[in-house]
C-alpha cells in the first residue's frame, strides 16, 4: 500500500515530470524522423545506428573543438550521411529496406567501437567539459511558474527544439503543399508521379531528415545528457522510438504521447527504489503495450500504403 | 552473385582498415586463420579454429532456415533472436525440472520443448498478421526484446536463478545434454590437445537435418507449395485455393520451431546452462544475413553459415595476430548486407558498357526485395475480422 | 588451511606494491632470458570500458616495460567468445592467460582444466564449475577484491562533509547508484553505507540500481531523482553508465564520486573516487609468472595490501576528514574494523 501512495506522491511532482520529458525527447526524436520517412513510404529501422553514429561524431568532434554547437552540426550530419546511405540503398537500389535498416544498426555499432579503438587506442576517449556540453536554458520568466515552470521551461535546449520540431513537422505533415506530397508519396506514389511530383526526390528528402533528426538525438545523449561516448550507449531507443512511431499511429503527436508514456515509465522507475516488481518485467512494459496497440486492443494502427515499397516509374 | 557481394564488402572492409591506418592483409590473413585454421602464424592449432567454427556456424544453420522460411512466404522474421532465447529458456527449465530422467526422454523433451517455445513466441507475430495486418517487422523485434528481458528477470532474482548474486541457471540434468563428437575428456590427447577442447557436438547433425527438412518442406510438400504461392502473391494463391491466413500463421510457427530448436540444442550440446552470456547473443541477428547470403536454399544456408561462423571464430585471432579490432567483422556483416541487398554488383556491370546488359532485361531483384515488394504490395488484402 | 595461506600471500602482496612503486624508476627487477606470452581476454565491455577491462590493460602494458613479456588482448564480442579466447591463447603456448571479469568464470574454470600446465589468472572470480563451485584448479590464480574497503574510504568523506553541513541540500541524505545489484557492485555501496553511518548515525543512504553499465542517460535520471530527494553526494558504481550519475551531480552542484579508476577527469564534480586497482592484481598474476612463483588460488586485494583505496579529486580534504580517512584506514588494515560486504539494513 505504501508503494502506491509513494508513487502518486511521485506523480505530483514537478521532479518527476521535468525528467519524463527529458527522457521523451531523447525517444521523440528518432520517433520523428521515422514518422517523416515511413510517411513517403521508406520503411526505416535504423534510427538506432543513425543516432549512435552521431553520438559518436558529436563527442569526437566535441572533444576536439570543444564547441558543442559545431559537435551538434557534424552529430546532425553524420546522422544525415547514414541516412543517406539508407537512402541511396533503398531508392536508388531499389534494396529492402528492411536489410538495409539492420545494415545501418549492425555497421553503426561496429564501426563506432572500431574507431574508438583505432582512434583512442585504448586511452579513455575523454570527457566534456561543463561548457562544451549542450546547456540546460530557463525560460526567463515563465520559469517561475508554479509546476509548470519546472517542467517545460527549466530543460536543455534541445528539449525546447525538440517541441518546436514536433509542432513543425505536424504543421509540414498536415497543413502544407509539401506535407501532402510527402504523404502522397507514401500512398500513392504511381498517382504522385503522374501530378509531377518528384517521388524519389520527396523520399531522399525524407529519410535523409530522419537522420538528421536521429544525429540531434545521439548529440543531446552524448553531450547534452552525458559527456562522453560509450560504445552501444543508445541501448536501444531507436527501437523503442520505432515502437512509439507505431503506437502513435504514423503522426507526430501521437508518437509524442507515446513517448511520454515510456519515459514517464523511465522516470517514475528512476525516482522510485520502492517499487518492488522485478525491473526486468518493467522494463517489457513499452514492448508489450505497442504489441497491445498492434493487435488492434486500442484501435487499429496501420501503416502508409505504400510503405516499404521501392518506387519504380511506370509500375503498377 | 552472393560470392560477388563477400568479395566486394571484404574490400570495401580492407579500405576502411587501411583507411584507419591498419595492414588489411594481415587482418584478413588473421580472420582465415582463426576461421579456417589456413596460413596461421602464431602457433594456433587447425583442428581447434576448424572446431570453434562449426561451434558457431551450428546455430547458425538452424536460425537461418528460421528466416528463410518465412522469407519464401514473404514474412520478415527478425524475430529468430527471440525465438531462439525462448527455446534456450524452455529447455534449461525443463531440463532443471526434470533433471533426473534418463537421456532417451529428457534429450526429445527438452527439444520439443524448445520448439514449441520458439514457435509460440513466433506464433504470436504470426497470428497478428494474419487476423490485424500487423507487421510481422515490427511484432518480432518487440518479442526479442520481451524475450532479453524475460531472460534476464528469470535468471537475476526469478525463478530460474542458481543463487543470490548469481546472473546464472542451474545447469541441465545429464540426461538432457547432447553428446560431443570426441568425448569431453581432459586426459585423451586429440590433435595435440585435449579432446575435451573440440566442442564440436551432435547438434551439428541435428542443424543439418534441419537444413534438409527445410528443404523437402519447402519443394516436396503441400505446405512448401502454400508457402511459395503466398509469396509469389497473396491475391494468385487465394484464387488458387490455399488460405492466405492459415499459411502465415503455419509459416511463423515452423520458423519459430527452428529457431526455438537453435536455442535448445546451444543449451543441451555446449552451455548446459542459462548464463549472461545469452544476454549479447547475437545468433538470431547473424541469421538475417545468412538466410539473405544463402539465397533462401538449404546448401546456400549451409555455406553461408559457415562464412559467419568462420568471421564469428576468426575475428579474435586477427585481433590478437593483427591487431585489428574484432568489431571489424560487424562492420563486414553490415557490408555483406548491402552488398546484397542493394546489388551493387549489378549496378556496377550496368556502368561498365562491356558488361552491359541488354536494355530489355529486367533489372536483377534479390529474393528478399522481391517477395517483400509482394507481401507489402498484398498487405491490404489481409483484411481484419468483421 | 587456506586461511594461513590466503594470508601468507598478502606479505607477498605488500611487497608487491612496493615493486611497483620502485619499478618506475629503477631497471628491470629480474633478467630472465625467456620471454614470457601473456594473453588477457576482456568481456564483453571491451578495452574502452573506462573500468576493469582498461584497468587490466594498464597492468598488462606495465608488466610489458618492467618484464621481458609480450602482452597480446583478445575482445570478446559476445559471450559465446569466452571459451574460444581462453583456449586460443593456451593453446598457443601462452605462460599466462587472464581473463577480466566475473563473467566468465565458468568459461576459466573450464579451459583451465584442460591446460593444467598454462598458468590462467581471473579478475572478480574463480574457475568455476557450471554451479558456481571453484574448482580451485593449482593454475588458477583468483584475483578477489574487498571493493567494500574502497567503498569504506569514500563513505567516510561523504559521511563527513554531509555531518558538518557544508554540502548544497544539507538535509541528511547520501545516495549510491549500483549498475546491477551484483556483489562486486553490492560490497562497494556495503562499505559506503556502513561508513557513512559510522560517521552520522542519522545519515539516509539512498541506493538505487539502473539495471545497466552503458547507458549513461539512465544513471542520470536516477542521480536526479537521489539529488531532487535531497542527496548531496553521489557515489556511482555503474561503470560507463555511472558517468551520467557523476554529471547529474556536477549539474546540480553537488558532488559525486567516481568508481575503479580514478574518475577526476569525467566531471569537476568528482571529490574523490573509490578504487579497485585491477592493475595492480593484472600486473601481480604476471610478475609470479615471471618470478615462476606461481600459487594459485585466492588472492584478495583489499586497502591493507594496496589493491584497493581511495583517491582524492577536484577537492582539497579537510584536516579533520583526512585525518579520521587516516585513521579508519589503519583499523582496517589492521583489522580492528571490517566493513561488511552485504549492504547494512
Known amino acids: 500500500m505504501t508503494a502506491v501512495s509513494d508513487i502518486l506522491h511521485l506523480l505530483v511532482t514537478a521532479n518527476l515530470w521535468q525528467a519524463t520529458l527529458a527522457a521523451a525527447v531523447l525517444l521523440l526524436l528518432p520517433a520523428l524522423g521515422g514518422v517523416i520517412s515511413e510517411r513517403s513510404g521508406v520503411v526505416n529501422i535504423a534510427m538506432e545506428g543513425m543516432m549512435l553514429t552521431g553520438a559518436f561524431f558529436g563527442v569526437v568532434t566535441d572533444l576536439a573543438w570543444h564547441n558543442p554547437w559545431l559537435a551538434t552540426g557534424v552529430a546532425i550530419i553524420a546522422g544525415g550521411i547514414m541516412a543517406g546511405v539508407h537512402a541511396v540503398v533503398s531508392i536508388r537500389f531499389r534494396a529492402d529496406q528492411i536489410v538495409s535498416g539492420i545494415a545501418i544498426n549492425i555497421f553503426a555499432a561496429g564501426i563506432t567501437v572500431f574507431l574508438v579503438n583505432r582512434i583512442y587506442g585504448i586511452q579513455d576517449i575523454g570527457h566534456a567539459t561543463q561548457n562544451e556540453l549542450l546547456p540546460n536554458f530557463n525560460v526567463p520568466g515563465l520559469d517561475q511558474?508554479?509546476?509548470?515552470?519546472?517542467?517545460?521551461?527549466?530543460?536543455?535546449?534541445?528539449?525546447?527544439?525538440?517541441?518546436?520540431?514536433?509542432?513543425?513537422?505536424?504543421?509540414?505533415?498536415?497543413?502544407?503543399?509539401?506535407?501532402?506530397?510527402?504523404?502522397?508519396?507514401?500512398?500513392?506514389?504511381?498517382?504522385?508521379?503522374?501530378?509531377?511530383?518528384?517521388?524519389?526526390?520527396?523520399?531522399?528528402?525524407?529519410?535523409?531528415?530522419?537522420?538528421?533528426?536521429?544525429?540531434?538525438?545521439?548529440?543531446?545523449l552524448a553531450i547534452g545528457v552525458s559527456n562522453t561516448f560509450v560504445p552501444n550507449m543508445t541501448d536501444g531507443r531507436g527501437y523503442i522510438a520505432l515502437a512509439a512511431m507505431i503506437f502513435g499511429k504514423w503522426t507526430p503527436f501521437g508518437a509524442f504521447i507515446a513517448c511520454l508514456i515510456f519515459g514517464l515509465g523511465e522516470a517514475i522507475y528512476a525516482n522510485n527504489s520502492i517499487i518492488h516488481a522485478s525491473p526486468y518485467l518493467l522494463s517489457m512494459l513499452p514492448y508489450i503495450l505497442t504489441l497491445v496497440v498492434l493487435a488492434g486492443l486500442v484501435g487499429r494502427s496501420s501503416p502508409p500504403a505504400a510503405d516499404g515499397i521501392p518506387y519504380v516509374p511506370g509500375s503498377e | 552473385m552472393p560470392l560477388g557481394s563477400v568479395v566486394f564488402a571484404f574490400i570495401a572492409g580492407g579500405l576502411i582498415v587501411a583507411a584507419t591506418g591498419g595492414n588489411p592483409f594481415s587482418a584478413y590473413a588473421g580472420l582465415i586463420c582463426g576461421g579456417f585454421g589456413i596460413g596461421c602464424t602464431q602457433g594456433e592449432n587447425p583442428a581447434l579454429q576448424i572446431s570453434n567454427t562449426i561451434v558457431f556456424l551450428t546455430p547458425l544453420i538452424t536460425t537461418g532456415v528460421a528466416v528463410a522460411l518465412p522469407f519464401r512466404?514473404?514474412?520478415?522474421?527478425?524475430?529468430?533472436?527471440?525465438?531462439?532465447?525462448?527455446?534456450?529458456?524452455?529447455?534449461?527449465?525443463?531440463?532443471?525440472?526434470?533433471?533426473?530422467?534418463?537421456?532417451?526422454?529428457?534429450?526429445?523433451?527438452?527439444?520439443?520443448?524448445g520448439m514449441v517455445a520458439g514457435a509460440l513466441w513466433a506464433g504470436v507475430a504470426g497470428?497478428?498478421?494474419?487476423?490485424?495486418?500487423?507487421?510481422?517487422?515490427?511484432?518480432?523485434?518487440?518479442?526479442?526484446?520481451?524475450?532479453?528481458?524475460?531472460?534476464?528477470?528469470?535468471?537475476?532474482?526469478?525463478?530460474?536463478?542458481?543463487?543470490?548474486?548469481?546472473?546464472?541457471?542451474l545447469p541441465i540434468g545429464p540426461g538432457a545434454r547432447l553428446a560431443t563428437l570426441l568425448p569431453a575428456d581432459n586426459s585423451l590427447i586429440v590433435f595435440d590437445l585435449p579432446a575435451s577442447v573440440y566442442r564440436v557436438h551432435t547438434g551439428l547433425f541435428i542443424a543439418i537435418v534441419a537444413a534438409a527438412v527445410f528443404a523437402f518442406l519447402l519443394w516436396r510438400t503441400t505446405l512448401g507449395y502454400e508457402i511459395r504461392a503466398v509469396g509469389q502473391s497473396q491475391r494468385a494463391a487465394r484464387y488458387a485455393g490455399v488460405s492466405v491466413r492459415r499459411t502465415i500463421i503455419v509459416t511463423m510457427l515452423i520458423a519459430g520451431a527452428f529457431s526455438g530448436l537453435a536455442g535448445a540444442v546451444q543449451i543441451a550440446g555446449v552451455d548446459h546452462n542459462l548464463t549472461d552470456k545469452y544476454f549479447s547473443d547475437t545468433t538470431g541477428f547473424d541469421a538475417i544475413a545468412v538466410a539473405l547470403l544463402g539465397l533462401g536454399s538449404a546448401v546456400g544456408i549451409v555455406l553461408a553459415s559457415l562464412l559467419f561462423g568462420a568471421l564469428h571464430a576468426g575475428g579474435s585471432v586477427m585481433q590478437s595476430d593483427a591487431g585489428i579490432s574484432s568489431n571489424l567483422v560487424l562492420v563486414l556483416q553490415a557490408l555483406i548486407l548491402f552488398s546484397i541487398a542493394a546489388n551493387f554488383l549489378g549496378a556496377i556491370r550496368q556502368l561498365i558498357p562491356g558488361l552491359r546488359r541488354p536494355p530489355s532485361a529486367p533489372r536483377p531483384e534479390t529474393p528478399s526485395a522481391a517477395l517483400m515488394t509482394e507481401a507489402a504490395a498484398a498487405a491490404p488484402d489481409v483484411t481484419p475480422p468483421k | 588451511m587456506r586461511m594461513g595461506q590466503t594470508r601468507l600471500r598478502l606479505f607477498g602482496l605488500v611487497a608487491v606494491a612496493l615493486m611497483l612503486a620502485a619499478a618506475c624508476g629503477g631497471s628491470s627487477p629480474s633478467t630472465p632470458t625467456k620471454t614470457y606470452k601473456i594473453g588477457l581476454v576482456t568481456d564483453i565491455g571491451g578495452l574502452n570500458d573506462k573500468s576493469f577491462n582498461h584497468l587490466a590493460y594498464v597492468g598488462l602494458q606495465k608488466a610489458i616495460t618492467d618484464f621481458k613479456v609480450q602482452g597480446v588482448v583478445k575482445e570478446s564480442k559476445t559471450g559465446d567468445d569466452y571459451v574460444p579466447n581462453l583456449t586460443n591463447f593456451a593453446s598457443t603456448n601462452y605462460d599466462l592467460v587472464i581473463g577480466v571479469g566475473f563473467l566468465m568464470q565458468e568459461a576459466v574454470g573450464t579451459v583451465s582444466g584442460q591446460f593444467p600446465n598454462v598458468h590462467f589468472a581471473i579478475i572478480d572470480g574463480a574457475g568455476t564449475d557450471a554451479k558456481g563451485n571453484d574448482l580451485k584448479h593449482a593454475n588458477v590464480e583468483s584475483l578477489y577484491f574487498r571493493e567494500q574497503d574502497a567503498g569504506a574510504m569514500v563513505g567516510i568523506i561523504s559521511g563527513m562533509l554531509e555531518k558538518q553541513g557544508k554540502l548544497k541540500n544539507n538535509k541528511g541524505v547520501i545516495s549510491a547508484v549500483g549498475g546491477v545489484s551484483i556483489p562486486p557492485v553490492n560490497h562497494y555501496i556495503a562499505g559506503y553505507k556502513w561508513a557513512a553511518t559510522m560517521e552520522d548515525p542519522g545519515i539516509k543512504v539512498l541506493v538505487g540500481y539502473s539495471n545497466d553499465f552503458t547507458d549513461p542517460a539512465k544513471?542520470?535520471?536516477?542521480?536526479?531523482?537521489?539529488?531532487?530527494?535531497?542527496?548531496?553526494?553521489?557515489?556511482?558504481?555503474?561503470?560507463?553508465?555511472?558517468?551520467?550519475?557523476?554529471?547529474?551531480?556536477?549539474?546540480?552542484?553537488?558532488?559525486?564520486?567516481?568508481?575503479?579508476?580514478?574518475?577526476?577527469?569525467?566531471?569537476?564534480?568528482?571529490?574523490?573516487?573509490?578504487?579497485?586497482?585491477?592493475?595492480?592484481?593484472?600486473?601481480?598474476?604476471?610478475?609470479?609468472?615471471?618470478?615462476?612463483?606461481?600459487?594459485?588460488?585466492?588472492?584478495?586485494?583489499?586497502?591493507?595490501?594496496?589493491?584497493?583505496?581511495?583517491?582524492?579529486?577536484?577537492?582539497?580534504?579537510?584536516?579533520?576528514?583526512?585525518?579520521?580517512?587516516?585513521?579508519?584506514?589503519?583499523?582496517?588494515?589492521?583489522?580492528?574494523?571490517?566493513?561488511?560486504a552485504d549492504i547494512p539494513a
Open chain 3, 219 to 340: 544513471c542520470k535520471a536516477i542521480a536526479v531523482g537521489q539529488i531532487n530527494g535531497g542527496s548531496d553526494v553521489v557515489f556511482q558504481v555503474a561503470g560507463g553508465c555511472g558517468l551520467g550519475a557523476l554529471q547529474a551531480a556536477g549539474q546540480a552542484g553537488v558532488k559525486s564520486i567516481g568508481v575503479d579508476a580514478d574518475q577526476k577527469d569525467a566531471d569537476p564534480s568528482v571529490i574523490a573516487s573509490a578504487l579497485k586497482k585491477v592493475d595492480v592484481a593484472t600486473y601481480t598474476a604476471i610478475k609470479d609468472v615471471v618470478n615462476g612463483h606461481f600459487p594459485g588460488g585466492a588472492l584478495t586485494f583489499d586497502i591493507q595490501n594496496g589493491g584497493a583505496g581511495y583517491a582524492v579529486d577536484n577537492f582539497s580534504l579537510p584536516a579533520d576528514i583526512q585525518a579520521e580517512v587516516t585513521k579508519v584506514q589503519g583499523e582496517i588494515a589492521a583489522g580492528t574494523l571490517t566493513p561488511p
Open chain 2, 73 to 113: 512466404a514473404g514474412l520478415f522474421n527478425i524475430g529468430a533472436e527471440g525465438q531462439l532465447l525462448a527455446g534456450s529458456i524452455a529447455c534449461t527449465a525443463i531440463g532443471i525440472k526434470f533433471s533426473t530422467l534418463p537421456t532417451p526422454i529428457l534429450l526429445p523433451m527438452v527439444l520439443v520443448g
Open chain 1, 145 to 220: 511558474l508554479p509546476f509548470l515552470g519546472q517542467v517545460l521551461f527549466q530543460q536543455n535546449v534541445v528539449v525546447y527544439a525538440a517541441l518546436i520540431l514536433l509542432v513543425g513537422v505536424h504543421i509540414v505533415l498536415f497543413r502544407t503543399r509539401l506535407g501532402l506530397r510527402i504523404r502522397a508519396v507514401g500512398e500513392h506514389p504511381q498517382a504522385a508521379d503522374s501530378a509531377g511530383i518528384n517521388v524519389y526526390l520527396i523520399r531522399y528528402g525524407a529519410v535523409v531528415t530522419s537522420g538528421l533528426l536521429s544525429g540531434l538525438a545521439g548529440a543531446f
Open chain 2, 127 to 169: 497470428v497478428l498478421k494474419a487476423t490485424v495486418g500487423a507487421h510481422e517487422v515490427v511484432t518480432t523485434i518487440m518479442m526479442n526484446y520481451v524475450a532479453q528481458w524475460l531472460l534476464r528477470y528469470l535468471i537475476i532474482g526469478g525463478p530460474l536463478q542458481l543463487a543470490a548474486g548469481t546472473s546464472k541457471s
